[in-house]
């Protein structure tokens, strides 16, 4: 059973790590209109759950702010993959 000093940790953990994410991760250049559509929505997505998971944190769910910060920063690690976001870093992002 996870304590809730350790869920605390896991929170902080993974919004600074998505932030740094949403700050480091960039659309690529020469994307044409269907994978430009493509890669905003996996952006909207990641920040929308972001705001959500700071939400949670703000009200006190924990546990559910560190789902949306997971799905946060799996929207943007799924941008990499399909390669509609330029990434380099290899301990932020799975790159492909």
Partial sequence: MVTEKELKEKVEKYEKLTAKGLKEIKLKKGLDAKDK???EDFLSMAK?????AKYFK???NLLTSLAAFSY???WLDAGVRAKVF???D???FTLP
């Fill in 58 to 60: 703000e009200h006190g």
């Fill in 37 to 39: 559509a493509i890669a």
């Fill in 72 to 74: 946060a920063h799996a």
């Fill in 48 to 52: 929308n759950y972001f705001n959500d």
């Fill in 90 to 92: 290899d301990q932020l």
């Fill in 86 to 88: 330029e990434a380099t």
